[in-house]
């Protein structure tokens, strides 16, 4: 049984930064990707960064030079710090692992308002 618990998230004003966490129950953690994904009101859920078992990142280009997804294979977690928060980063945001199927969190509440 894979578990996603995320943590984080939170009203914070423009420009303002979050940091979001994620405890994973799989095994070996440390073999499978991890991602952070995002939906906001009325839209498709969107890739906002991924980090690979190796620690090679990829991010969504809307949130590159702001977001940095990070990873701590002894504690199963994964990071997403997000700086310069802006009105429309406002999403619940979702930690993924795909293991033969996608899993999924139960999602995280990111609101950028002033």
């Known amino acids: 049984q894979v578990q996603l618990v995320e943590s984080g998230g939170g009203l914070v004003q423009p420009g303002g930064s979050l940091r979001l966490s994620c405890v994973a129950s799989?095994?070996?953690?440390?073999?499978?990707?991890m991602n952070w994904y995002r939906q906001a009101p009325g839209k498709l859920r969107e890739l906002v960064a991924g980090i690979t078992r190796d620690g090679s990142t990829n991010y969504a280009d809307s949130v590159k030079g702001r977001f940095t997804i990070s990873r701590d294979n002894a504690k199963k977690t994964v990071s997403l710090q997000m700086n310069s928060l802006k009105p429309e980063d406002t999403a619940v945001y979702y930690c993924?692992?795909?293991?033969?199927?996608?899993?999924w969190g139960q999602g995280t509440q990111v609101t950028v308002s002033s």
């Open positions: 993924n692992v795909f293991l033969f199927k996608d899993y």
């Open positions: 799989v095994n070996p953690y440390s073999f499978y990707s």
